[in-house]
């Protein structure tokens, strides 16, 4: 026979309830949108007031532009100002204007062709020195185009390519930061099993860089396009050591030279402003058309 022991439950003090830790959730998420919108509308106007002092400057003449209320339209002279712009000196903007989408975009094609085949071999090929080689590169980026203006100009003086077209041209070819971009991007959009099957279809290196890395790296390829058009069309220390003749100048060149000769003629100062509005077109054409390959091109790899 067995015996039970009753037992009798045994009360654990229990203190005041825990109070939760850090703010309420719902709350908590409302201040961080709070704040993250209000950094984003500085941010906005802090990039599109300049550009709207631009368009309404742009529609000033030289009297006005000083003298009259920024947001007054009673002296719209836009029409006026976009006629002598392409008829000053000779008709120059015209001239600087396609010789900077030559150099920019001419010259960020065929950068962004070798920087993504460089890249591309780095990430998927093995040689020797590779990492150092890699390690270079990354000196590269860090180097500012600035420091490297005067060693080009040396080395194009010796070569009797100073004050040409090529001597703008093929120094912007080569970008450090392209090729580092490149192989991030070639690591997350194209996988190895792709070239083996490649291979094991009987396809060589070349044929399948061409018919098949290169179309899947299509988003990746317009970033550097865009990352490098950016940089060539904004290039401004280069073209002023290289370049003495007025024709051969780019937009950025040449607008300096107009707001340096303001000073002496104020008639200048419309066609700069008007000028520098024109100036910015191309790019924002080129972001808008392209968005959505460089959008996918950003997030690349960025999660595995």
């Not at 203190?15 to 998420?29: D, I, N, V, W």
């Not at 990039?47 to 009259?68: I, Q």
């Not at 015209?94 to 070798?114: K, P, Q, R, T």
């Not at 990492?131 to 420091?147: A, D, I, R, S, Y």
Request: proline share 7%; aromatic share 14%.
């Amino acid at each position: 026979m067995t015996t039970t022991t009753p037992t009798t439950p045994v009360n654990t003090p229990q203190g005041p309830p825990a109070r939760p830790l850090g703010k309420p959730f719902g709350r908590s998420k409302l201040t961080s949108r709070g704040i993250a919108n209000a950094v984003v509308l500085i941010a906005a106007l802090y990039t599109m007031l300049p550009a709207l002092w631009l368009v309404l400057a742009s529609t000033k003449n030289a009297d006005a532009l000083f003298g009259s209320d920024i947001l007054s339209f009673g002296d719209f002279s836009f029409g006026r100002n976009l006629s002598d712009l392409f008829s000053m000196d000779g008709g120059l903007y015209g001239e600087w204007y396609v010789n900077s989408l030559l150099y920019a975009v001419v010259g960020a094609l065929v950068g962004s062709l070798i920087s993504v085949a460089a890249g591309y071999a780095f990430d998927k090929y093995e040689f020797r020195h590779k990492e150092k080689l890699f390690g270079l590169v990354l000196t590269g980026v860090m180097v500012p185009p600035t420091v490297l203006a005067l060693p080009l100009y040396l080395v194009a003086s010796n070569i009797g390519m100073v004050n040409t077209f090529w001597s703008v041209f093929i120094p912007v070819l080569f970008n450090p930061f392209g090729v580092y971009l490149a192989r991030l991007l070639s690591s997350g959009y194209v996988p190895n099993e792709v070239l083996e099957a490649s291979r094991v279809d009987g396809a060589g290196e070349l044929q399948t860089y061409v018919r098949v890395s290169l179309r899947m790296l299509g988003p990746g390829f317009v970033t550097v396009f865009l990352f490098q058009l950016t940089a060539i069309w904004n290039n401004f220390f280069l073209p002023m050591v290289m370049l003495s003749d007025q024709h051969l100048y780019p937009l950025s060149l040449g607008l300096y030279t107009w707001n340096s000769a303001a000073t002496v003629s104020p008639e200048y100062y419309p066609l700069v402003v008007i000028g520098s509005l024109l100036a910015v077109v191309p790019l924002i054409v080129a972001f808008v058309m392209l968005q959505r390959y460089w959008k996918s091109g950003l997030t690349a790899g960025s999660v595995k």
